[in-house]
């Protein structure tokens, strides 16, 4: 693990263990961590995160327990084989997290319409549309207001 890829968020609803073990677990089901990639030891992750050491080692037996990572006396914390079997979806961290998207996108300021949408998108298979080019009249370039720009050299009085 070269990159921070873990971050803790002080103001969720989720303690800091549940955020450590939900982010790593992610990361090595969408194959971020390979199988066999080392993670740092639960002292070097608490300190790059500020937490108490058994906050960390707690979101480490949880993993262990799903079979996602192993530790070896000597050889470390690594990644774990994927499980063939489907994972089920843990419905009170799916709440935990809806509240927090919802809360932080209100004090973005957006309505549940606004929520809803975004939601529907990023569920969404497709990339999102983008805004279609303005096309440009044929007869030369045009200035930011979509008027053709003059060429001429403006004269001094």
């Known amino acids: ?5 873990v971050r803790v968020d002080t103001t969720s609803q989720a303690p800091p263990y549940e955020q450590i073990r939900a982010q790593l677990a992610a990361l090595i089901r969408t194959g971020r961590l390979a199988e066999g990639e080392r993670l740092p030891t639960v002292r070097q992750l608490a300190a790059d995160l500020g937490l108490a050491p058994g906050t960390v080692a707690r979101a480490y037996r949880e993993l262990e327990s799903a079979k996602l990572i ?4 000597g050889a470390g914390t ?14 009170d961290q799916l709440i935990t ?20 949408t975004a939601v529907r998108d990023a569920l969404s ?6 805004p279609p080019l303005r096309r440009q009249r044929s007869g030369g370039p ?11 050299p403006e004269q001094q009085a």
Request: net charge positive; charged share 30%; hydrophobic share 30%.
């Open 78 to 91: 690594r990644v774990a084989a994927l499980p063939s079997e489907p994972h089920p979806h843990d419905a």
């Open 125 to 130: 298979p497709q990339p999102p549309p983008t």
């Open 1 to 5: 693990m070269h990159d921070p890829a």
């Open 97 to 116: 997290l809806a509240r927090d998207f919802t809360s932080a996108a209100r004090a973005l300021g957006a309505d549940t319409e606004d929520i809803l």
């Open 70 to 73: 192993r530790t070896r006396r």
């Open 142 to 152: 045009q200035d930011g207001r979509g008027t053709r720009a003059s060429h001429k």
